[in-house]
Structure formats: structure tokens, C-alpha cells
């Protein structure tokens, strides 16, 4: 045989592989045992699968009997907090983790199917297959779907109006699938139903603007601007203990098992051992920071507090030792979350800041936003944060952890919808719910959002026109920094005037030279058929204007058309009433800085402490 196959040709080889080639192949899947077939179809990805149901019908048939659509869409249920959360959304959850005949059951309900004649077992596999391998697409196309609506900023706007008569703003909230908990500056908390978005109960008690509030399947605890943390039950509302150790406000707060950490103006930093909603004790008080303390966030590791003295502490969690600090923010430091390795932070300096919080280093270095960055959030994927400027910006975060990313790539779209300052948010892979000082809770919902055109909006009330206080703010900066330069300009023309004179008399006489030279140049070109001599005067005017190195007068600079003529020196009285304008408008803005640093100004109890 080895002596035959080496004297055939090309072709007769190519005819003996074609003959031998199907004698070698073997149907793996058909003659495996069902128990090892199942095993290799259950590690192969949705392509594999699409492709080995179009190989053959014993192939088909082994995807049925072993029900790998099914089984792959629970594992990724399981894996995936996305695909978890779609299953409860979609409400496709019911027919996962179910035995057959409870499936068959469903599905049959599904579709109006008669339950009796899928009684076969041959039949329930196939009915089972179909459904499941027809829903893995869909699931499919809803995620794709998802992802680009929050890439293109493509949202369904839900409004809730939280405007009373003494409410001011919103200033905190956290919300689940059947109601949203939000804090308000009329010293309410006001619960409301995702149903029909109503408010369904308001728990009074605060004396002071709720500032912060956190809640579980148990209680709500909150704390207020009245110095005061308190404990209320979820179900009856009833405010069931009150903690007083502060002695400014309590601005923010963070519980988990059984510990809960607080923050004040106070600029310290309170640990509690929470035995029971009754049973709740001071562990030990944290001193360090230099300003207010913001915010705080904290694992089982480190506790991470941000203050108004523009840096961000960490604290040893077993021992309430301090650990280490992350300075780099320019002016205090507004919001902040901590998860795994990661410290996400925004500041009054208008930026947003990744660290590593175990060698302390910035990663980057995130701008955008226009005024103070006020609240911030952050998953697997993406950075959420909202602003002083009444804009919520949604950031790629690997895009953000990585060196090479342009910072073009980072920010993935700006979402405008507030009419002033955003004061805080939560989001997860469907929506965002943020709070405002224009006294509204907007849900954004990327889920259900029109596939084309604008995004839709649905107003729960009717809201007045309210004025967009950034956009005043930005107005009145601008007002400031061109009547300033006005008035530079006008004093520099005061100094330099007496210096122009001369310059100027200088160049007329040396225009008049140069108009001279020009004729007599002129005239000597007329005469030159005569005479090719000129007179060394005028050689030596010309020579003047085409060398600069001649002594003699300096040569006129080109006359600009687009600069503007000087305005007259305006008289004394009207400068120094100018001036007394804009000092006066200075100290209106400082003394609105002063009460808005102090806690105490009309927009926002909770401005960051620490100056520029």
C-alpha cells in the first residue's frame, strides 16, 4: 500500500481522500452517551448551538432532550445581573428553574395551547426547545437594545412634582422596584408608588432639611440638617428612635451588617454597632479632617470619608485606625463611592477623580461638567454623576481605566432634563432616578425607550416655568469678567496715551518721508531715458524704508481692519461709579458664597465646605 500510494499522482490522491475522508468522520454526538453529549452542549456558547441544531435532526433532537436553550439562558441569569433584572422586567423569570411539566404548563398558558395534547413526552421537549431557543434572541436584541440607548442617551422621562409649599429641593433618595424614599428640605421624607407614582406616605419628624436616608426591608434611618439621626419603621412609618451625638448636620450616612457610619458638618465621623432597630450604640468617633465631612462609604476593609478640606481619608475597619489619604482635588470634595478597589469622587473643582485606594494613586481624571459635581455612581460599566449645572453624564469606566482611551471616548452622553442642581442619584442597567433643587424626581428609563427620534416624556403633574439657576449663575460670571476687562482696558488707554503721542507724531513725520521718497522714486523712473543718476537724498530716504537696520525713523506697522478704534477716555465720575458697581456686585457674590459655604443659604444645605 505505502508503495502504491507513493507512485499515484495529485489527482488520483485527491479521489482516494474524498473516498476515505467520510469513512473517518464519526458522529460524536449520536454515539457519545446521552450524559457525555449533555455535558459538551452545555459548555458551548449560543453560536455552537445555533450552528449544531442546523447539522442534522439527531443532532436537534439532542439539543431538545437536554434543553440547552433553557439551561443556557439560567445560566446567564444567574452569572449576569443583567439578563437577572431583564427576566423580572420582561417578566420571562416564571419560565426558568421549573420542571418540564411545569414549563410545558406555562408556556401552553402562554399561547392558549390545550395543556392535553402535549400529554407525549417527545412533544414537550420539542414545544420546550422551540420556545426557549425563539426567546434567547429576543433577550438578546433587548440588551443591544439597552446598550445603545444609554451610549445615545435615548431614555423614557418619568416626572414626579415634590413641590409643596415649603419645599426647596430634594435632596436625597434611593428607590426599588415598588417605590422610590426621598428626603426633602420641607424636613419630610415623602415615600412614593411606582405604580401610579402617588406619594404614598410622609414621615415627619425632622425639625431640620433631611439631608441624607438609607433604608432596607426593615427600617429607614435618615439624618438631618437638625443634627439629629433617625430610625423609622418601614412599615408603620413610626419614627422609633432618634440619635443625637452631632452637633452640626448630619450629612451623610451608610449602614450594613449591623454597623452604620455617619458624617457632620461637625467634620467628624461616627461609627455605630447596630444591634437591633432599637439597640443602636456609639463604637467610636473618627477626627481627622480639617472641613465638614461630606460623604463616607465603607466594606468589610476600609471606611472612605471626602471632606470640604479637599482631601479623601481612609480608615482601617477593624481597627478605626486611620490608613491613608488621596489628596489631588483642587477644592472640596462633594460625593463619593467606594466599591472594590476602586474611589470614584467628584468635587466643587468641577471634575471627577478614579483612585486605587490601596496604593492611593489617581487612575484619571474625568471633566466635563461646568460647576460642582455634586453626586456620583458607579457599576461594572459605567459612571453616573450629576451636577451643579443641572447636567446628569453618563462615563464608559473601562474606558475611564484605561491609560490609552482618548478622553473623547470616556463620556458617552449628557442627559438635560433638570432645571437646577442635581443633588443626588442612583441608577442601575435600566434607569436612572436623580433629584433635584427644581423640586422634581425624574426617572429615566432606558428600557422602554421610543426605538427612534426624541425621548419621550411623561409628566406626572403640571410644573411651573422654573429659572435655570445655572445657567444665571454662568450669566452673571460672564457679566463680571467682561466688565472687568472693560475696565482694564479703559485704564490701560489712560497710561499708555500720553506714551502714544509721540509714537505717533514720529510716524506721521516718517509716512510724510516715506510719501517723498515715493515720489521722487517716481520721478526718477519718468527721467530715466535722461539721466540714470539719482541724488543720494533720495537714495537715501528709500534705503531708510526698505532696511530697517538705517538710523531712522521706525517703519509703520501694518494697519489692522478688524481691530477695533479706540473708545474715548471716559470722564472720571462715570469710572469711578462703574467700579463702585462691580464691587458692590462682588460683595453680593461673596456673601451668597459665604451662606451657601455656611450650610445655611436658600439653594443648598449641603454645600461642600472648604474655599477655592
Known amino acids: 500500500m505505502d508503495k502504491i500510494v507513493h507512485r499515484l499522482s495529485h489527482y488520483q490522491l485527491g479521489k482516494v481522500d474524498n473516498f476515505i475522508r467520510p469513512m473517518l468522520q464519526r458522529d460524536f454526538i449520536s454515539n457519545l452517551p446521552a450524559h457525555l453529549v449533555e455535558l459538551i452542549l452545555f459548555n458551548v456558547n449560543s ?24 439551561k443556557l439562558i439560567e445560566k446567564n441569569v444567574r452569572s449576569d445581573s443583567l439578563w437577572w433584572g431583564l427576566s423580572e422586567k420582561r417578566q420571562w423569570d416564571k419560565f426558568l428553574n421549573i420542571s418540564r411539566d411545569m414549563s410545558v404548563r406555562r408556556i401552553c398558558e402562554k399561547f392558549n395551547y390545550d395543556v392535553n395534547i402535549k400529554r407525549d413526552k417527545l412533544d414537550q421537549l420539542i414545544l420546550m426547545h422551540v420556545f426557549y431557543s425563539k426567546l434567547y434572541p429576543k433577550i438578546i436584541r433587548d440588551i443591544h437594545n439597552i446598550d445603545n440607548n444609554w451610549k445615545r442617551g435615548n ?11 415649603n419645599s426647596k429641593g430634594v435632596y436625597c433618595l434611593q428607590y426599588d422596584d415598588d417605590k422610590i424614599v426621598s428626603g426633602l ?65 448630619v450629612l451623610h450616612l451608610r449602614f450594613a451588617n449591623g454597623i452604620m457610619v455617619t458624617c457632620s458638618k461637625d467634620r467628624s465621623i461616627a461609627v455605630w454597632d447596630m444591634v437591633s432597630p432599637r439597640d443602636i450604640t456609639i463604637r ?31 480608615w482601617s475597619m477593624d481597627t478605626l485606625e486611620f490608613v491613608r489619604t488621596l489628596a489631588g482635588h483642587r477644592r472640596g470634595i462633594a460625593c463619593l463611592q467606594y466599591r472594590g478597589r476602586l474611589v470614584v469622587s467628584g468635587s466643587s473643582d468641577n471634575t471627577i477623580r478614579l483612585w486605587d485606594i490601596h496604593s492611593g494613586v489617581c487612575l484619571r481624571v474625568l471633566e466635563g461638567h461646568e460647576e460642582l459635581v455634586r453626586c456620583i455612581r458607579f457599576d461594572e460599566k459605567r459612571i453616573v ?22 478622553s473623547s471616548e470616556i463620556c458617552l452622553c449628557s442627559l438635560v432634563q433638570h432645571t437646577g442642581r442635581v443633588f443626588r442619584l442612583q441608577f442601575d442597567d435600566f434607569q436612572i432616578v436623580s433629584s433635584s433643587h427644581d423640586d422634581t424626581i425624574l426617572i429615566w428609563d432606558f428600557l422602554d425607550a421610543p426605538p427612534s427620534g426624541l425621548p419621550s416624556s411623561t409628566n406626572r403633574a403640571t410644573l411651573p416655568e422654573l429659572p435655570n439657576q445655572a445657567a444665571v449663575a454662568r450669566a ?26 509721540p509714537r505717533a507724531n ?34 537715501d530716504r528709500v534705503d531708510q524704508v ?14 489692522n481692519q478688524n481691530h477695533r478704534r479706540r473708545q474715548p477716555r471716559p470722564e472720571l465720575p462715570v469710572r469711578l461709579m462703574f467700579q463702585q458697581e462691580m464691587a458692590a456686585f462682588d460683595n453680593m457674590r461673596r456673601q451668597q458664597n459665604n451662606m451657601d459655604h455656611l450650610g445655611g443659604g436658600d439653594v443648598d444645605e449641603e454645600m461642600p465646605d472648604g474655599g477655592p
Not at 512 to 531: F, P, S, V
Not at 548 to 559: E, I, L, Y
Request: hydrophobic content about 35%.
Open 47 to 70: 453560536d455552537s448551538l445555533k450552528s449544531c441544531e442546523e447539522v442534522s435532526t439527531s443532532w436537534r433532537c439532542a439539543l431538545a432532550r437536554g434543553q440547552h436553550w433553557k
Open 155 to 165: 431614555y423614557k422621562m418619568t416626572r414626579i412634582n415634590c413641590q409643596s409649599e
Open 185 to 249: 428640605r420641607d424636613n419630610t421624607i415623602k415615600i412614593w408608588d411606582r405604580k401610579d407614582y402617588s406619594c404614598s406616605r410622609i414621615l415627619s419628624g425632622h425639625t431640620g432639611s433631611v439631608l441624607c436616608l438609607q433604608y432596607d426591608n426593615r427600617v429607614i434611618i435618615s439624618g438631618s440638617s437638625d443634627a439629629t439621626v433617625r430610625v423609622w419603621d418601614v412599615e408603620t412609618g413610626e419614627c422609633i428612635k432618634t440619635l443625637i451625638h452631632h452637633c452640626e448636620a
Open 284 to 314: 467610636r468617633v473618627l477626627v481627622g479632617h480639617r472641613a465638614a465631612v461630606n460623604v463616607v462609604d465603607f466594606d468589610d476593609r476600609y471606611i472612605v470619608s471626602a471632606s470640604g478640606d479637599r482631601t479623601i481619608k481612609v
Open 385 to 406: 454623576s450629576g451636577a451643579y449645572d443641572g447636567k446628569i453624564k453618563v462615563w464608559d469606566l473601562q474606558a475611564a481605566l484605561d491609560p490609552r482611551a482618548l
Open 476 to 501: 452673571q460670571m460672564l457679566f463680571e469678567m467682561a466688565a472687568r476687562r472693560e475696565i482694564e482696558r479703559r485704564d490701560r488707554e489712560v497710561v499708555e496715551e500720553p506714551a502714544l503721542r
Open 506 to 539: 514720529a510716524a506721521r513725520r516718517h509716512n510724510a518721508d516715506i510719501a517723498a521718497a515715493a515720489a521722487a522714486a517716481e520721478a526718477a523712473r519718468g527721467a530715466g531715458d535722461n539721466d540714470e543718476s539719482s541724488s543720494e537724498e533720495d537714495l
Open 546 to 559: 526698505n532696511n530697517p537696520n538705517v538710523a531712522g525713523p521706525a517703519p509703520p506697522q501694518p494697519h
